[in-house]
């Protein structure tokens, strides 16, 4: 019996189709670089923020969902100078 090697991927099939899972911290992150709450970023991605705190507990969503942040935050871009003045552990 062969095992097949594990690929890590964000992608799953679900009983309703394809799903993703989005990175609960880059997520926050990238709202903390624009100022944005949590909220803001459902209102203006146009999710809602149940859906958008069940990603951030590591539930998967739609791909047109993941999409939608996705565009939500492409919108506005953080400040250069921003990442500068963040520390990394």
Known sequence: MTTEPKIDSPFRVGAGGLVVVIEPERLRA???RRGWSLSQLARRAGVSYPTLRSALRGKTVRPWTAWKLARALGEEAAPAELD?????S
């Open 30 to 32: 990238a709202c903390a």
């Open 84 to 88: 500068a003045l963040l520390r990394t």
